[in-house]
């Protein structure tokens, strides 16, 4: 996952609203599986940072996504976002 790395190095440079949406598109591609296996809790994980960022947008899809999760994924996937954002 090389170019995951080489793109949350570089978030810290970019705008606010740039950072959204990538993180946004990020979500997405766990949601449906683009290009990796489907991961509802990587795809909550980046929609709640994109929403922490500003996306209106990532937080309706945090919303329907955490409709059909567990309490357990929704738990590990808000862990997993607070350590991202502690690291970064």
Same mark, same amino acid.
């Given at each position: #996952?090389?170019?995951?790395?080489?793109?949350?190095?570089?978030?810290?440079?970019?705008?606010?609203?740039?950072? +959204?949406?990538? !993180? !946004?598109?990020?979500? #997405? #591609?766990? +949601?449906?599986? =683009?290009?990796?296996?489907?991961?509802?809790? *990587? +795809?909550?994980?980046?929609?709640?940072?994109?929403?922490?960022?500003?996306? @209106? =947008? @990532?937080?309706? !899809? =945090?919303a329907? !996504? *955490?409709?059909?999760? *567990?309490?357990?994924?929704?738990?590990?996937?808000?862990r997993?976002?607070?350590?991202? #954002?502690?690291?970064?």
């Open positions: #996952m090389a170019r995951f790395e080489i793109l949350e190095a570089g978030l810290g440079t970019m705008g606010t609203t740039a950072q +959204a949406d990538i !993180l !946004l598109e990020l979500g #997405m #591609m766990y +949601a449906v599986g =683009r290009d990796c296996e489907i991961d509802v809790v *990587s +795809a909550h994980k980046w929609f709640n940072i994109a929403a922490i960022k500003g996306s @209106a =947008r @990532a937080a309706e !899809l =945090r329907e !996504l *955490s409709a059909t999760m *567990s309490k357990a994924e929704i738990a590990h996937a808000l997993d976002a607070r350590e991202w #954002m502690t690291e970064h």
